[in-house]
């Protein structure tokens, strides 16, 4: 991860824990404390983010970012389970297509 995109996520992290410590947030239910614990990247354009609350327990976001258009910059989702396990099966079916797209090179 260049260093510019890694202030970027930095910022947006931050950001993002200020947000969810809004008092009056929906679903914010407990009147929680955000703070980014760590920050860490799993690639050059996406990280997992550990956000501690002020109760001591811990969340995880997945931090992406996108290099262009009108969405360019760091986005976020904090992913379920269910949504880690359709990632690992999309791991599988983009393999297929860049199988298929090789030989179409030539």
């Known amino acids: 991860m260049n260093k510019e995109i ?3 996520l930095n910022a947006k992290a931050n950001h993002i824990a200020k947000l969810y ?5 929906e679903g ?14 799993t ?16 969340a995880a976001y997945f931090f992406y970012y996108i290099n262009r258009g009108k969405s360019k910059g760091w986005k976020y989702f904090v992913p ?3 949504h880690i396990t359709g990632m ?3 791991e599988y079916y983009k393999l297929q297509c860049e199988r298929s797209n090789y030989k179409k090179n030539f």
Do not use: C, Q, W
């Open 28 to 41: 914010n239910y407990n009147n929680e404390d955000f703070k980014v614990k760590e920050a860490i990247p």
């Open 6 to 8: 890694a202030k970027e």
């Open 88 to 90: 690992r099966a999309f």
């Open 21 to 25: 410590s809004k008092k009056d947030r």
């Open 43 to 58: 690639s050059d354009h996406t990280a997992t983010v550990i956000m501690e609350k002020n109760t001591g327990k811990l």
């Open 80 to 82: 379920t389970d269910s």
